[in-house]
């Protein structure tokens, strides 16, 4: 069975950074692609960023130049580095991914569980 793990949220003032961590556990054998998208209270669901399969990443105009999200090497987890966080970021961010499962091509796609992320004027 697979699992994704949402980690590395927190509290913070304007301009601070936070790393969050997205692992996949079970039997994994590869990422495919992997995001994490956004929602604050009262607002829609956003999507801040993700990279794919063929090393493409995409990031929200909101967070270009301050947000990266990149793979971990070896272990199965994706990162996001948020800097020169502002207000306006407060939210839950909650990792996606398709993971590669199967010697077959067999996938899993899910998600992990949010974590919460504050910042403060």
């Known amino acids: 069975q697979v699992q994704l793990v949402d980690s590395g949220g927190g509290s913070v003032q304007s301009g601070g950074s936070l790393r969050l961590s997205c692992a996949a556990s079970?039997?994994?054998?590869?990422?495919?692609?992997m995001g994490w998208y956004r929602q604050a209270p009262g607002k829609q669901r956003e999507l801040v960023a993700e990279?794919?399969?063929?090393?493409?990443?995409t990031y929200s105009d909101s967070v270009k130049g301050r947000f990266s999200i990149f793979r971990g090497g070896a272990e199965n987890t994706g990162y996001l580095q948020m800097n020169s966080l502002k207000p306006e970021d407060t939210a839950v961010y909650s990792c996606?991914?398709?993971?590669?499962?199967?010697?077959?091509?067999?996938?899993?796609?899910?998600w992990g569980q949010g974590t919460e992320v504050t910042v403060s004027s």
């Open positions: 996606y991914s398709e993971v590669l499962i199967g010697d077959d091509g067999t996938t899993w796609y899910g």
């Open positions: 079970g039997r994994v054998l590869s990422i495919n692609d």
């Open positions: 990279f794919t399969r063929d090393g493409t990443t």
